[in-house]
């Protein structure tokens, strides 16, 4: 693996690592929406919505443009698509059977489970 | 968190995930040989497996299908290739009918699975690879598991974890 899909794999999960950043990303693939509408979504701040928007979009997850006073962002399908995110999500599958394993090989420890 | 290693290949589509287990070589076995433990961990809670066949044997196959919230059913088999108990096995992973015949126009992922002693426990390292990014892509469209929304998900219970 280079270091550039190194690095690319590594914002990836960063920007899918957290569950409004996934809620977000969700949203935007559903259609474009302004950055307003989706801090109304959340609660809390603006701000705190629009770091999430930035992460996603160094991430190359969402693009966003400006309309008027409006910032749009909309999901990049074919990002979400790209290889490294195809890889990405079948590591989640792998881990969420790795941690079952793990949760079954512990419950032999537990006489209560 | 068992994941120490997560290695992408994207030239040849391969995964190789390292995780330690606090538990023998052969508990880690265990979990494989036998089909009501496999169940409970190839599915996630959303689409628990049922498995039906279970020949790991080299040329055997088990065979699995998948329920869905719906009650939909995803069914899926394997094809052992070779078996070195209780050191790891490989096998294809390819989708099938509700009858367990072959879907051969889907893809099928090549997966090699090895078990060796680590620090008193197990190290187990899971290779899986697909012939194509197209293979791939159809493997996450179809929701080979839970859909790309539903996998992403389980994040949460691994950062939590």
Known sequence: ?113 | MPVTDVRQDLDNLTLTITADFAAPVARIWQVYADPRQLEKVWGPPTYPATVVDHDLTPGGRVTYYMTGPEGDKHAGYWLVSTVDEPKGFAFADGFADLDFNPRPELPVSENVFTFAEHDGGTRATYVSRYASAEALQQVLDMGIVEGARLSIDQIDDLVAS
Do not use: C
């Not at chain 1, 992460?55 to 962002?73: I, Y």
């Open chain 1, 1 to 113: 693996m280079t270091e550039e899909s190194a690095d690319r794999a590594d914002a990836l999960f960063h920007a899918l690592a957290d569950r409004t950043r996934r809620d977000i990303l969700r949203r935007v693939l559903a259609g474009e929406h302004s950055v307003s509408a989706l801090a109304a979504s959340y609660d809390m701040s603006f701000a705190a919505v629009q770091k999430h928007v930035a992460v996603l979009e160094k991430a190359g997850l969402l693009t966003k443009r400006r309309s008027g006073r409006e910032q749009l962002a909309s999901g990049d399908v074919a990002a979400v698509r790209s290889a490294a995110a195809m890889l990405t999500e079948l590591e989640q599958v792998w881990r969420g059977r790795i941690a079952r394993i793990d949760a079954l090989i512990a419950s032999d420890l537990d006489p209560e489970d």
